[in-house]
């Protein structure tokens, strides 16, 4: 089950449950719209990967299934962000 996380792992903006604007990998790092399609050009600073929209969890399931409340900020070095998105963002995720 994915955990929600509350904010943009880079610039730290607030990304709940009910958020248009949240970004994931495969292995849930969580961006917003901005950071991992402007800044690190749809290539996960931690993996490689590419970015999806986030679900959104039904209100019903929140109540039963919380989101995370824990906040995870790890601002990346934008150097070598850049020189990995360069590597990765002409070649197809699932070629990766």
Known sequence: MLEIRPNCEHCGKDLPNTS???????????????????IFENVCPSCAGNFVERPIRPSKMVEKYAA???I???????????????????????KR
């Open 68 to 70: 995370s409340d824990k």
């Open 20 to 38: 248009t604007e949240a970004m994931i990998c495969s292995f849930e790092c969580t961006y917003c719209k901005t950071c991992a399609l402007e």
């Open 72 to 94: 995870v900020l790890d601002k990346k070095d934008l150097e070598k962000a850049k020189r990995l998105s360069e590597k990765f963002k002409h070649i197809e995720p699932h």
